[in-house]
């Protein structure tokens, strides 16, 4: 059994975000379609136009423009993903609706997980585990697509104490560290 008092940041929460962003399939497509779609909305745009029959001076300004703001916009998509979700986020925090408990105690028993929070409890089973992946900064127990326990590692009392926590875990649930 293994026993961790965490505390989660906001910044700690953000990581965690921006690394389900970037790696996840949701957020790969979610990138790959805000990439696509200025660009797309750009040239609609230029077609209509053209259908009118509007200026060609206008028609070739608009041009730059839009393929100015689409080059942009495919280059800084992420930094733009990014900052609205820390907007999102600092705002939840604002309103005290955070998605998280900032101080809990993570719980690995032999038959499941629990989280104790001083509001919540959320008890998983091990074979309830979609994965488990290692960032630089925290380990996250995915529970569902979207979710996961976010652990980070100044919560563990030394690297022996994270690797002895990271084969338990591994062998409970039958998942392999990503």
Known sequence: MFQIEKTITLEDYLAFNEYHLIHSKQGKKALLMFKILTPFLSFLAILVFWIAEADIDLII???????IVSIIMSFYSKKIWLKAIKNNIKKLEKDGKLPFEKVSTFILNDDCIIEKGAKTQTSIQYDAIEKIVCSDQAIYVYFSAIQA????????ESDEHKNDFLAFLEEKSTKSLM
């Open 149 to 156: 326990f976010v652990i980070p590692f100044r919560s563990f």
């Open 61 to 67: 300004t608009l041009i730059i423009t839009l393929s």
